[in-house]
């Protein structure tokens, strides 16, 4: 039912560890739910080994899981650590956590140790409160990170990625629409240099014809002007 209602989800693992043994799980029942404390929830399955461990030993490390871990995601999600060692058969890397027994998972995005505040049975799952007893920040840029989400269909995809391939469709889209507008632009003043031209040359023209009609006064005053001396000396 919640698969079609509150998906997609981020997915998460989680490690835990009783009397040697540990174990690792696939989950996306998790919440934050406390700043002081900070503190989070989860949902587990009453039948998993992970719940069994956690019951027990009161503690586990809450890790964020990058999309290219996605195989190990599902791995660990399609079997239980009753039956075979997730950590070897999907050969996943270890590290030690400082305040707890729990395992840190390496390659996670970021992590959290968590010690159990409360446990309380919500039907088929047991919701597990657990307070941050100790945080793992990764060493690059944590926005670059590409957490892995659950579709809810049997489909995961990596947020940060789908996310920038997005926006770099949009960027490309942008680019093109510019650059067909400038084109459109430039077609424009082709079509209305034309006109100018041709308006300009009409101005040419006249220009033309006055000079012309100016000299022609001149030479009609040049002709008239030895006449009006030769009365001039008469006269004199
Ligand atoms: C993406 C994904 C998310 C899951 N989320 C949860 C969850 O929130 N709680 C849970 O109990 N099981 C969840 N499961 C199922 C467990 O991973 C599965 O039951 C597992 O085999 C239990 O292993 P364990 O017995 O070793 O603890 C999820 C599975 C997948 C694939």
Known sequence: MFYKL?????????????????NIN???????VSVKPPALAMALGNQTQTLDLISRSKEFVLAVPPDSMKEVVLGCAKTSGKFIDKFEEFGIQTGKAQNVEAPLVAGAISQMECKVLQMMNAGDHTIILGEVVETHFPEEDRN????????????????????????KKEEKAEEKKEKEEKKEERKEEKKEKPEEKKEEKKGDEK?????????????????EKPEEKKEEKKEK
């Open 6 to 22: 509150l998906y997609p989800r981020p997915t998460y693992l989680v490690t835990c560890s009783y009397n040697g043994k540990s």
């Open 144 to 167: 670059s990170a590409s957490p892995l989400f659950n579709k809810g269909n049997k489909t995961y995809f990596g947020f940060q990625k789908e996310w920038f391939e997005l926006a």
């Open 207 to 223: 220009k033309e014809e006055k000079k012309e009609e100016k000299k022609e006064e001149r030479k009609e005053e040049r002709k």
């Open 26 to 32: 696939s989950i996306d029942w998790v919440m934050p």
